[in-house]
């Protein structure tokens, strides 16, 4: 079995609500309603997005036992998108300029680029991005193994069509009242102001530490010595 990756951010999510237990069927079958689908031979730039599992990366089955990631439930997206490579558009683009003498016009380029995609998009495969999730049901957190913006989004967007539960960014105040505190703690913890620290990835300064004040000397109380010729 595929392990996760040894480096790089992760970002935490919990949810309010309820959603299947990872143990049962009923949550393997959520996940195969918004399975991945291939668009391998696609003859127009798409986009595919889907659940998929680190036993088969196709989205064909979801084995329960494929979902088990040790102190988790380990979920996996696969992203898949085509596109037309844009040095194959420039070339087929150069050799009519130079076989017309003069150049194309805007309607000319886009018939061009059309003429292509048909032609050749079925041709190329999709570029291939597989994003890792670990799910902690009874905690409902939910460890995201991707910093990016587009697969933060596709993540949240495939979860809430999947179990109807959106996800929420954790923070400290949220991961504090998740952690089993009493009502009193609770309390005390939403009435904690935040501290700022200084800023010194943006060219700020960082505070200087300030040196310990020295005790005062005090005056001599006894006179000096004569020193002898």
Do not use: C
């Not at 595929?2 to 309820?18: E, L, N, T, Y």
């Not at 990366?57 to 329960?64: C, D, H, K, S």
């Not at 999709?126 to 890792?132: E, Q």
């Amino acid at each position: 079995m595929a392990a996760f990756r040894k480096s790089g951010g992760v970002v935490a999510f919990h949810w309010d609500g309820k959603i299947a237990d990872p143990h049962d069927q009923a949550f393997a079958d959520a996940l195969a309603t918004r399975r991945f689908r291939t668009i391998e031979n696609a003859a127009s730039e798409e986009v595919s997005i889907g659940w998929v599992t680190p036993a088969d990366p196709t989205g064909e089955t979801f084995a329960l036992e494929d979902l088990d990631g040790g102190a988790g439930t380990w979920l996996r997206i696969r992203m898949d998108k085509k596109t037309m490579p844009k040095k194959w558009l420039q070339i087929h683009r150069d050799a009519a300029e130079k076989a017309r003498g003069k150049k194309l016009s805007a309607r000319e380029r886009r018939e061009l680029k059309d003429d292509l995609t048909e032609k050749m998009l079925p041709r190329v495969l999709p570029a291939i991005t597989l994003v890792d999730a670990l799910l902690f049901w009874d905690r409902k957190l939910v460890l995201l193994f991707a910093t990016s913006k587009s697969a933060r989004e596709a993540f949240g967007k495939l979860f809430f069509e999947s179990f109807q539960a959106p996800l929420e960014r954790a923070n400290p105040l949220q991961a504090g009242l998740r952690a089993g505190l009493d009502d009193e703690q609770k309390y005390a913890l939403e009435r904690l102001e935040p501290m700022r620290w200084p800023n010194t990835q943006k060219g700020e300064p960082a505070p200087r530490p300030r040196s310990k004040a020295l005790p005062a000397t005090q005056p001599s109380t006894t006179a000096p010595k004569e020193i002898e010729a």
